[in-house]
């Protein structure tokens, strides 16, 4: 088989077979398929597409191309989520304790933020001691002992994924249907839970810019779980705007602590029920509507936020930290955006505002910044809100005061103002089974 080949018959439109397929993924990984050859190959991908068949080889050549985490120890009732990212995307921190108090197991490995969107990683160490590098040992003794424990990813899971996904990040072949869905479900697969559901966003803070778009990456990813015999839902939400109103680690982490204490934003609150329901659906085989009920109640007694406690302190965290947020350690300067006329917000560009947020040290622009876990933004207003002269529009905070005025300049950038009220798109478009 040659490589050369394999390139032109996707070049000319033609289906690959199992064989080219995972020809191609190990000559990747092993070095004798070079890189501008693998480049090729994406482009050619990138314009004639892939078959269902083609995508599901695809994903699971990248899935088998390193270690697999075996996950069977604890029988069919492993769950996962995985969000396409986003802005203020704090659900894990939530979803996470309302369905493990329901007798759901997950042992989850999770990413660091890059760029405009956060990682549930940086932000679980936000809390103080709180250890994301556990031994593997030590993660299947906390899922043992609590039925959940989030890590960094460690190991040498997908490495084909490891490097495809780097190379598609420099030739413009990030945005392929195919490519994207088999990235991503290469992960999930590998990560080992018989439950995944997916929380596929849209907006201008997403890869998927529309929700159609993200509708056939939704049902693509979940057509490839099923076939590989996991159970699968995606649940397409709106990131038009950033989800809740605190970006940034520290502030994420106190926000979603006042959604498992009852509180907190209804965004927020509903897309994490709308992603614990399905989860609890289909790894308790019951209907969304009894599951929804259970999600609520678990969050209406304190049954979550009790969890969550456990798990933070299990993972070697200050669990009084939960108890009284003002614990967290606060930005060094604040300031406030003014509004300087009435009307109304329009529109808000996500992407923008995580840009901002990174700007004030909440995030990393490259892989080896450091990171201002008090740094971020609260969002006092938000589309469709009601403005008058002189309001609060957001209140940033950072430990580098040099970074306000290009900071404010990115936010005031990211909104659109009108003289009339305008009507909101739903926040979750819809659900793919
Ligand atoms: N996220 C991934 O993990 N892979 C992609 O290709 C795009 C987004």
Not at 194 to 214: P, Q
Not at 238 to 258: D, T
Not at 283 to 304: F, H
Request: net charge negative; proline share 2%.
């Amino acid at each position: 088989m040659r490589i050369y080949d394999i390139i032109k018959k996707k070049r000319d439109g033609f289906e690959l077979s199992r064989e080219e397929i995972e020809f191609f993924i190990k000559g990747y990984v092993d070095d004798s398929i070079y890189d501008y050859q693998a480049s090729a190959l994406c482009m050619a991908i990138f314009f004639k597409g892939m078959t269902e068949k083609e995508t599901a080889y695809l994903t699971l050549a990248m899935a088998n191309s390193g270690d697999t985490v075996d996950l069977s120890r604890f029988g069919d009732k492993t769950v996962d989520k995985h969000s396409t990212g986003g802005v203020g995307d704090k659900t894990t921190l939530i979803v996470a304790p309302i369905v493990t108090s329901l007798g759901c197991v997950m042992a989850k490995m999770s990413g660091r933020g890059l760029g405009h969107t956060g990682g549930t990683v940086d932000k679980l160490e936000s809390i103080k001691g709180f250890n994301v590098e556990l031994t593997p040992e030590e993660f299947f003794s906390q899922v043992e002992k609590n039925g959940v424990a989030v890590v960094g990813q460690s190991g040498n899971l997908t490495p084909a994924d490891k490097k495809l996904y780097a190379l598609r990040d420099v030739t413009a072949t990030v945005d392929s249907i195919p490519l994207i869905a088999s990235s991503i479900m290469s992960k999930k697969l590998a990560a080992g839970s018989h439950t995944i559901v997916l929380d596929v966003k849209y907006g201008s803070g997403a890869f998927m810019k529309t929700a159609e778009e993200a509708e056939v990456l939704a049902t693509e990813m979940v057509k490839i779980g099923k076939n590989c015999g996991r159970n699968m839902a995606a649940v397409i939400t709106n990131m038009e705007r950033p989800l809740g109103k605190n970006i940034g680690n520290s502030l994420e982490v106190i926000e979603a602590i006042e959604v498992l204490k009852g509180n907190g934003p209804e965004d927020l609150k509903e897309v994490c029920l709308a992603l614990a329901s399905q989860i609890v659906s289909l790894c308790e085989k019951i209907s969304e509507s009894e599951a929804r009920v259970l999600c609520e109640d678990a969050l209406a007694s304190g049954k979550a936020l009790e969890k969550f406690k456990e798990w933070i302190a299990s993972q070697g965290g200050d669990s009084s930290w939960i108890e009284n947020t003002d614990l967290f350690p606060k930005a060094k300067y604040k300031f406030e955006i003014k509004a300087e006329n009435d009307g109304y917000i329009s529109k808000m560009d996500a992407e923008s505002i995580g840009i901002a947020s990174v700007i004030l040290g909440a995030g990393r622009e490259t892989k080896e910044d450091t990171i201002d876990m008090s740094a971020g933004i609260v969002l006092n207003k938000k589309t469709g809100d009601r403005i008058a002269k002189g309001d609060n529009l957001a209140t940033l905070y950072t430990c580098n005061e040099t970074s306000f005025n290009s900071a404010k300049e990115k936010y005031l950038s990211a909104l659109k103002f009108s003289e009339n009220s305008i009507s909101e798109k739903a926040l979750i478009f819809g659900i793919i089974k």
